[in-house]
């Protein structure tokens, strides 16, 4: 299907395994992303939806506020851009173990807000993501979720304070 792609031009480039040794050095790169910690140390990661048209932009964006603010930053960009999926990771080597991650957190959140993207694509909200909920979920949808969990858990013992707070 993606050599088809590239034939029709659909897709500008792209990488085939030409044999089943190809397959798999592209499966242990993909799989190394859980490397990256003990390779560059702290995290901030990201996981974002974005329109894909946008990904390109919104990563050096990312990147160059980044070098901006810390000019040793690292940021790592992959994902499953053709269904809008963006990872990001992040480390600033010469803040060793203090991560300056909330202020990491509003530059990339902030970035994806302003190009009509989401804060979360496929992890989750959690308590991390919750503050910044409000830049792509407007408040009637956010009232929407409200009134769905308070039908559904009228008790509020589900993740009580997860992504909504309820009174």
Known sequence: MLGDALEAGWVSDAVLPSSERETQDLWAVRESVSEYGKLMGPLTAFDVGLPTSKAGKVVDEIEAEMKRRWPDAIALSYGHIGDSN????????????????????????????????????????????????????????????????????????????????LS
């Open 86 to 165: 963006l990872h990001v990771v992040c480390n600033i080597p010469s803040l060793s173990k203090e991560q300056p991650h909330k202020e990491i957190y509003d530059l990339v959140f902030g970035a994806i807000a302003r190009e009509g993207g989401t804060i979360s694509a496929e992890h989750g909200i959690g308590l991390v993501k919750k503050p910044y909920l409000g830049l792509s979920r407007t408040p009637e949808e956010l009232a929407l979720m409200a009134r769905i969990k308070q039908a559904l858990d009228p008790n509020n013992i589900l993740n009580t304070g997860k992504v909504l707070s």
